[in-house]
């Protein structure tokens, strides 16, 4: 809340779900096409951050050439949609995966420029089977959560769910 990008955009992309042509399209948008029939102009999801947060979900699972054209946007700063008149883009990128960036660096699947561009900051959250003492509190949080947004009281636990869950 301190963040002078707070009251900005928030933008996700999921870039395990797409093919490059689709991903590529909307991250940097595409220009009309006279060719492409009633396929019109499209704003990249880079611009709509504009000045705000980029959120890369499962960046590891870019394709290589939409790795290149990201890290070609961040080193040149190349404006969104190729458009010269779209200006300069400046955006906080946060970058999220499930995979070892390190070692898809190291097997080629991952550019090394674009993993030193988003590897400013790394926070590294071990999976819940390594945090056995955080499932009690977040099974409260969660149940307190849902029964709030469904108008009940939180259901109680015994002693055995305690347990199971601890387990």
Known sequence: I???RAERPL?????????????????FGRLRDAQAHGDGERVGRLALAHNGTLLLDEVADLPVEVQQRLLRHLE???????????GHNAVRIIAT?????????QSGRFLEGLYDRLAVFVV?????????DDILPLA???????????????????????RELSA
Do not use: W, Y
């Not at 959250?125 to 390594?130: C, D, G, I, S, W």
């Not at 409260?140 to 055995?160: A, H, K, M, V, Y």
């Open 97 to 105: 995966t499930s995979q070892d960036l390190e070692a898809a660096v």
């Open 11 to 27: 933008v996700k992309v999921h870039c395990a779900c797409a093919s490059r042509e689709t991903i590529e399209a909307e991250l």
């Open 140 to 162: 409260r949080r969660f149940l307190l959560t849902i029964s709030r947004d469904l108008g009940r009281e939180p259901p109680r636990r015994n002693q055995l769910q305690v």
């Open 76 to 86: 040149e700063q190349d404006p969104p949609m190729d458009a010269p008149e779209a």
């Open 124 to 132: 590294r959250v071990p999976p819940l089977r390594e945090r056995q």
């Open 2 to 4: 301190h963040s002078k």
